[in-house]
Each structure stands twice: as structure tokens, then as C-alpha cells.
């Protein structure tokens, strides 16, 4: 997307102040964007979404939850600057079905937890046309001059794009592992990891090829 045509961050966080969100909202904005490294439209719907499930949880930012992230666009981000939910501290796991949808949930003791699914509702978007226009991916919307018009019903649409679904999730209880060694690079990984006597790096996640110095 071409930046050229989007809101500054000082301008957005005026707009923030004119559609009446309060300090704490507005806060969230100041931390993502630098995160993300640009106001996105698809970073400021996600920063709402998060928003709202925390609510639904009744959790303040810094409790402990975990979230599901249905798309590996976007998303993600706020999920890991509001509420530390984060791949390396295992409370974000990232489904990559490309839904715009989040789930998060309070930790549980036992096989499972109830938690909120947070989604963009394609059949409230009608109020907002440019938005609706964006979120189809339709050749109708245009970079060059609707970028503004889509951030101002981003703002303006606040919750009422959200729908909200009740959802029981299962949860594995951490259990103690084994370590193993691959048979080909001679690293070591969780034994559980292993396809046949080697690590995935070496067989179907195969990456690099190393260069001899």
C-alpha cells in the first residue's frame, strides 16, 4: 500500500480524539503502530477486536490469556502489545485460515477453557462502504484515493462490525519432554519433533542450504 495517501500518526491520534476514544484506546494506537511500523487498516480493526475481548473476559492488559489468531495478517500484532500474548511465551498460536477473527480465553486447569471468538461481521459492514469495498478485496476500492475515507469508518465503526461467538477451546497441560538428537545435523530438539531419526529442519522444514566458508 502506498503510505503516501494514509494518516500520520499524529493525525490519526487526533482522529482518535475526535471520534471520542478514550486515553487508554488511544494508547493502544501509540504502542501498535511503531510495533506494526504503519497504521493498517487491517492493525487498527485488530486493535478494536482485542480490545473488546478483553472486555468480554473482563481481563485488564498484563492478566495472563491466551488468544488464537485466525490470520497471519495484522492481527497478530496487537494481540502480542495489548494483552503479551506472544508465539515465544505459547499464548498465541496463529491458524493461518485467513479469517479476520481472535479468540482469546482466561488459562484453565483442566482440557479445556471458554473463551470469546471476535470476528468482522461481513453483514454489518454495509453502513460503511469503503470499508466493505476494502474488506472484499474488491477492484472498486482504490489506494490512491479511499485510504483516508476507509481509516475514518474504521474509527467510526468502533464495535459495530464485531460480532462475538461463546467458544470452548481445548488445552494441553504442559508435560515433561524428552530430548533427542538429530541423526543428521546432530542438533538437538523435543523427541516428540523428530520425523523418523531426524529433526524437521532437516527433512519437510528444510529452509537453508549451508554455504562453505
Same mark, same amino acid.
Given at each position: 500500500?502506498?503510505?503516501?495517501?494514509?494518516? %500520520?500518526?499524529?493525525?490519526?491520534?487526533?482522529?482518535? !480524539?475526535?471520534?471520542?476514544?478514550?486515553?487508554?484506546?488511544?494508547?493502544?494506537? $501509540?504502542?501498535?503502530?511503531?510495533?506494526?511500523?504503519?497504521?493498517?487498516?487491517?492493525? +487498527?480493526?485488530?486493535?478494536?477486536?482485542?480490545?473488546?475481548? +478483553? !472486555?468480554?473476559?473482563?481481563?485488564?492488559?498484563?492478566?495472563?490469556?491466551?488468544?488464537?489468531?485466525?490470520?497471519?495478517?495484522?492481527?497478530?500484532?496487537?494481540?502480542?502489545?495489548?494483552?503479551?500474548?506472544?508465539?515465544?511465551?505459547?499464548?498465541?498460536?496463529?491458524?493461518?485460515?485467513?479469517?479476520?477473527?481472535?479468540?482469546?480465553?482466561?488459562?484453565?486447569?483442566?482440557?479445556?477453557?471458554?473463551?470469546?471468538?471476535?470476528?468482522?461481521?461481513?453483514?454489518? +459492514?454495509?453502513?460503511?462502504?469503503?470499508?466493505?469495498?476494502?474488506?472484499?478485496?474488491?477492484?472498486?476500492?482504490?489506494?490512491?484515493?479511499?485510504? $483516508? @475515507?476507509?481509516?475514518? !469508518?474504521?474509527?467510526?465503526?468502533? $464495535?459495530?462490525?464485531?460480532?462475538?461467538?461463546?467458544?470452548?477451546?481445548?488445552? %494441553?497441560?504442559?508435560?515433561?519432554?524428552?530430548?533427542?538428537?538429530?541423526? @543428521?545435523?546432530?542438533?538437538?530438539?523435543?523427541?516428540?519433533?523428530?520425523?523418523?531419526?531426524?529433526?524437521?529442519?532437516?527433512?519437510?522444514?528444510?529452509?537453508?542450504?549451508?554455504?562453505?566458508?
Amino acid at each position: 500500500m502506498d503510505h503516501q495517501h494514509e494518516y %500520520t500518526e499524529e493525525e490519526l491520534l487526533l482522529k482518535l !480524539e475526535e471520534f471520542g476514544y478514550d486515553p487508554a484506546f488511544q494508547d493502544y494506537y $501509540r504502542r501498535c503502530i511503531p510495533f506494526h511500523t504503519y497504521p493498517a487498516p487491517g492493525l +487498527l480493526i485488530a486493535i478494536g477486536m482485542v480490545d473488546y475481548a +478483553l !472486555e468480554l473476559l473482563s481481563a485488564k492488559p498484563g492478566e495472563k490469556v491466551y488468544a488464537v489468531c485466525e490470520t497471519q495478517k495484522c492481527a497478530p500484532d496487537p494481540l502480542q502489545v495489548i494483552a503479551y500474548c506472544t508465539v515465544g511465551n505459547h499464548r498465541l498460536r496463529v491458524v493461518p485460515i485467513g479469517r479476520f477473527a481472535i479468540t482469546m480465553n482466561r488459562p484453565s486447569l483442566t482440557n479445556s477453557a471458554d473463551g470469546f471468538r471476535v470476528y468482522v461481521d461481513t453483514k454489518k +459492514l454495509g453502513p460503511y462502504p469503503v470499508l466493505e469495498k476494502w474488506f472484499a478485496n474488491s477492484p472498486e476500492f482504490s489506494k490512491r484515493t479511499m485510504v $483516508r @475515507t476507509l481509516v475514518d !469508518e474504521i474509527l467510526a465503526s468502533k $464495535r459495530s462490525i464485531l460480532s462475538v461467538q461463546k467458544v470452548r477451546i481445548p488445552v %494441553t497441560q504442559k508435560v515433561r519432554w524428552n530430548s533427542a538428537i538429530c541423526k @543428521t545435523c546432530g542438533e538437538p530438539i523435543p523427541e516428540k519433533l523428530l520425523e523418523g531419526d531426524r529433526c524437521a529442519g532437516c527433512g519437510s522444514l528444510r529452509y537453508y542450504e549451508v554455504i562453505e566458508s
